[in-house]
C-alpha cells in the first residue's frame, strides 16, 4: 500500500466532477501535491525526542511540546492510518524516541503499532491516549455497524487479550484455512481503499503444512475484528478447516489454540449440508471468532447486524452458514481480481460489508472529532511530557493551558457553527463512517455512507436507498475525505445524479489545507455550514 495517493486519481477526479469544483479541485489538489519527507527523530537531540503514530496527534504534541520537543510521526499527512505500512525511516524513528503517543483502539493498521512497539527502547514512555483518555473525561462511544446487507455478513474476529500468554497488542493471532472440501474452490480476501486485494485464502492451490500454511493465513491484532469478502465458484455444500494460533511476538513460538470445520450450503438449501439441528446464519453480522480465553474457534452472531446485546456465541459444528441463491454475482474486471477468474464469470459472493481494509476493536476510535475529547488528549499529553522531562515541567503545563483555551473556543465555535443549520437539514452523508463523534456531540445525525461493499459496483437497491435518502431528507450535499478521493467514485456519482454537492470534510490526516487540529474542527464546521445551511 503506497503512502502517498495516485496523481492519476486526482486528475480524473478532476476530469469527471467539474461540476463539483471546489470541493474536488481541493481533493485533487491533495493528491496531486504528494507527501513531503517526514521529520527524523535524533539520537543525540537536545530536545525530548516524541514519536506520534498520526500527524494529528503529532500537531498536539507539538503545541504542548513547544520548544522542548522534537516530534515526528510515523504516518505521513495524506496517507490513511488505517492501511498505511511502516517504513525503515519509521522503524529508525521509534528507535530514538522518549515518548511515543499512538491513538490505538485499533484505528492504525497493525503494523503500525508493531514498528513502534518492536522498536521503541525499553525506557521509553509509550501512551495509547483512546484508552487512556478516559480518565481525562474523554467520552468514547461503541462501534455500531449495521450496513444492512441482504445476505449473511461474515468476518473474521480475535476475542480476548490473552493475557495468560503474556500477550501484548502488537501479539498476532493467526487463522489458518488446513482444509476445504467442496465441489469448487473458495476464496476470502480483503479489498484494500485504493481497489487492491490481500487474498488470505485460496483452496485453488490445495494447502501447505510444511510452511505453516503460510498461504492461507490471515493475522490479526488480540481483540480485534476484520471484515472480509467470501467467493465460492461452484454450488454446493463446503466444508472448510480452520486452526488458530498466538504469536505473543515475532521472536516467540505460536502456541496453538483450536481447530474447527465450518459448513456452508452455496446456492442450495442449508438442509442439504446434513447438519443435525443446525443454526442456519443467513443474515446479520458474523465472524469466525478466535476466544482466547477458551482457546476455541466459534462462530460469533449478531442477527441485528450492530446490535452488541443479541450477540450469541456458536460451535462451528453446530452451525451452516447460508450463502443463498441471490449471492450469485460476477468476477469485477480489474486485475486486482483475476484470482477468482475471468471477469465477467459467475461466483457466489458473501460480500465484505465496510469500504476498505478495514480492521478495528469494540469502540469507535475516531474521538478528536468532538473538541472535548481533544482536549483530553492534550490533557494527557501534558502530564505525559512532564513526567518524562521534569525540568521543562512548567513549560508544559503553559503550553498545555493556552492550547486548551483555544480548544475551548475551537469547540464553541463548531457547536454555534453547526447549530446555526436548521435541525431538518442537519445530515452527514460520507464515504467513511468516521464521524460518530462529531454526530453526537454536535447533534448532526449521519443518514448514510456509500457502498459496503467494495469489491463490486454498488447494487441496485444500495443505490436506490441512498437515493431515496437524498430525496427523502432532501440532503443538499455529501461530503468526501481528500484521502480518501480514489475510492469515491460511487458517492460523487450519485450525487452528480441528485444535482446535490459534493464537500470536503477531514477525518484522520491533514493535507496542505488543512494542517493542525483546529483547523480540521473549524473547517468541517464550516464545511457543513456551507454545504447544508442553505
Known amino acids: 500500500m503506497a503512502a502517498c495517493a495516485d496523481p492519476a486519481v486526482g486528475q480524473d477526479l478532476v476530469r469527471r466532477y467539474r461540476s463539483a469544483a471546489v470541493a474536488v479541485s481541493a481533493a485533487a489538489a491533495l493528491i496531486l501535491s504528494g507527501c513531503g519527507a517526514k521529520p527524523v527523530l535524533a539520537a543525540d537531540g537536545r530536545n525530548l525526542q516524541v514519536l506520534t503514530t498520526t500527524g494529528l496527534l503529532r500537531d498536539m504534541a507539538e503545541q504542548v511540546g513547544g520548544a522542548h520537543v522534537d516530534v515526528a510521526s510515523l504516518v505521513p499527512d495524506g496517507a490513511d492510518p488505517h492501511t498505511y505500512e511502516p517504513t525503515l525511516r519509521d522503524a529508525r524513528n521509534a528507535v530514538y524516541a522518549d515518548v511515543a503517543f499512538s491513538n490505538y483502539a485499533l484505528l ?3 503494523n503500525i503499532i508493531k514498528t513502534l512497539d518492536a522498536n521503541l527502547r525499553p525506557e521509553a514512555v509509550s501512551v495509547s491516549l483512546a484508552e487512556e483518555a478516559v480518565k481525562y473525561a474523554a467520552e468514547i462511544i461503541p462501534l455500531v455497524e449495521n450496513v444492512n446487507l441482504d445476505t449473511l455478513w461474515l468476518g473474521m474476529r480475535s476475542d480476548g487479550t490473552g493475557e495468560r500468554f503474556g500477550a501484548t497488542r502488537s501479539s498476532s493471532v493467526m487463522v489458518s484455512m488446513t482444509d476445504a472440501e467442496g465441489p469448487g474452490d473458495v476464496f476470502a480476501y480483503l479489498t484494500g481503499t485504493f481497489g487492491d486485494t490481500d487474498v488470505y485464502f485460496d483452496s485453488s492451490d490445495g494447502f501447505d503444512a510444511a510452511d505453516g500454511y503460510r498461504h492461507d493465513t490471515m493475522t490479526l491484532p488480540t481483540d480485534a475484528h476484520t471484515h472480509m ?5 461452484a454450488p454446493g455444500i463446503y466444508r472448510l478447516t480452520f486452526s488458530s494460533r498466538i504469536q505473543v511476538d515475532d521472536l516467540s513460538r505460536p502456541h496453538d489454540l483450536a481447530t474447527s470445520t465450518f459448513t456452508f450450503a452455496v446456492g442450495v438449501d442449508p438442509a442439504e449440508a446434513g447438519v443435525p439441528d443446525a443454526v ?9 471468532t478466535v476466544d482466547l480465553d477458551r482457546e476455541a474457534l466459534v462462530v460469533r452472531h449478531d442477527p441485528a447486524g450492530g446490535d452488541d446485546h443479541s ?6 459444528a453446530d452451525v451452516v452458514i447460508d450463502v443463498p441463491p441471490r449471492a450469485l454475482a460476477e468476477v469485477p474486471v480489474g486485475a486486482a481480481f483475476g484470482f477468482l477468474g475471468r471477469p465477467g464469470a459467475q461466483i457466489y459472493q458473501l460480500p465484505q460489508a465496510v ?15 468532538n473538541a472535548r ?7 494527557l499529553i501534558r502530564d505525559t511530557l512532564i513526567d518524562a522531562d521534569p525540568p521543562n515541567a512548567a513549560a508544559y503545563r503553559d503550553n498545555a493551558a493556552a492550547y486548551l483555551s483555544e480548544l475551548e473556543e475551537v469547540d464553541a465555535y463548531v457547536r454555534a457553527t453547526i447549530a446555526d443549520i436548521p435541525s431538518s437539514r442537519r445530515y452527514l452523508v460520507t464515504s467513511h463512517d468516521a464521524f460518530g463523534y462529531l454526530a453526537e456531540a454536535y447533534d448532526v445525525e449521519i443518514a448514510g455512507f456509500v457502498t459496503p461493499n467494495p469489491a463490486t459496483e454498488p447494487s441496485i437497491a444500495d443505490r436506490r436507498k441512498l437515493t431515496e435518502t437524498l430525496q427523502t431528507l432532501r440532503i443538499p450535499a455529501v461530503f468526501l475525505e481528500p484521502n480518501h478521493a480514489a475510492r469515491a467514485s460511487a458517492l460523487t456519482e450519485l450525487a452528480a445524479e441528485q444535482d446535490v454537492e459534493v464537500c470536503l470534510i477531514y477525518g484522520d490526516a491533514f493535507d496542505d489545507t488543512v494542517t493542525s487540529y483546529t483547523q480540521l474542527l473549524r473547517f468541517n464546521a464550516d464545511s457543513l455550514h ?3 445551511a442553505g
Open 108 to 110: 492504525e493498521e497493525h
Open 229 to 233: 469478502s467470501w467467493a465460492f465458484s
Open 280 to 288: 442456519v446464519l443467513d443474515d446479520g453480522h458474523a465472524d469466525m
Open 311 to 316: 450477540q450469541r456465541t456458536l460451535d462451528a
Open 355 to 369: 469500504l476498505g481494509k478495514h480492521v478495528h476493536g469494540e469502540i469507535d476510535p475516531h474521538l478528536w472529532q
Open 373 to 379: 475529547n481533544g482536549m483530553a488528549y492534550v490533557q
Open 530 to 532: 456551507r454545504c447544508l
